[in-house]
């Protein structure tokens, strides 16, 4: 019996690993944003937010490919320029269309999975996001997410099966749905299987996504003690400059 128990243990540990190697990480970005124009190139510490998301993402997994999606728009032609001096992996969409852009991404870039990330959220919960990705793959999720009231905005991440994504061709689409990737998922639980991971975080109110430019100053002046954090729950014994 305990054989049998192991080759299963086995064959689910090697499917798992499989289905790794399907996954991908994009980090969104296009430079005009509403409320802060070419936020993305903003220094912290010496560094753009954009170069700051890509650190962060490598910190989730060094075996998942990071792709930058942004825009055809020649307001975006310069974060094309950054990605290609770095040679970081660079694709090029539709503008205001945000599920247009990633389906055009994924004609030609054949992955199961994508977590999807944000050039505005410089703190991703790293542990958080590792402990969704299992969840997502072991409960064989459609769509997964940790933004919410328990976790601090700009720490999140969504997880698309991109099989699933492709099929919101077939839906009627809002134009809010179209610019926001998640809204849809979210309305529709009953059509998806999806998982709202509620993190263990007491600091629900407050805000680290680069949103403003009183957000970016917030995080300029909190930097040396929000860099090294890792998980929500190390930011309780933080003492802010506001």
């Not at 903003?42 to 753009?48: A, D, H, P, T, V």
Request: net charge positive; charged share 30%; aromatic share 12%.
């Amino acid at each position: 019996m305990s054989y049998k128990i192991n080759i299963i243990i086995h064959l689910r540990y090697v499917i798992v690993k499989n289905m790794e190697k399907d996954i991908a990480i994009c980090i969104q970005v296009r430079s005009l944003s509403k409320r802060l124009k070419n936020k993305w190139k903003k220094k912290i510490n010496g560094k753009s937010i954009l170069q700051l998301t890509l650190d962060r993402s490598k910190l989730i997994s060094k075996k998942y490919p990071i792709y930058v999606l942004t825009s055809k728009n020649k307001s975006d032609d310069k974060i094309e320029l950054f990605c290609k001096k770095r040679k970081i992996k660079i694709f090029r969409g539709d503008h205001n269309n945000v599920f247009k852009r990633y389906i055009s991404f994924l004609k030609t870039h054949h992955f199961k999975t994508i977590v999807r990330m944000t050039a505005d959220n410089i703190f991703t919960d790293i542990y958080n996001a590792k402990k969704l990705i299992k969840l997502h793959i072991n409960r064989g999720a459609h769509y997964s997410s940790n933004h919410n009231e328990y976790l601090p905005k700009g720490m999140g991440v969504d997880i698309f099966e991109t099989s699933k994504l492709i099929q919101l061709k077939k839906y009627n689409l809002t134009k809010y749905d179209q610019e926001h990737l998640n809204s849809y998922f979210i309305r529709n639980k009953k059509k998806f299987k999806t998982i709202f991971y509620k993190a263990n975080s007491k600091l629900y109110n407050l805000n680290l996504s680069i949103d403003t430019s009183y957000d970016y100053k917030f995080v300029k002046r909190n930097y040396a003690l929000l860099k090294k954090i890792k998980t929500s729950n190390e930011l309780k014994n933080l003492n802010f400059k506001i």
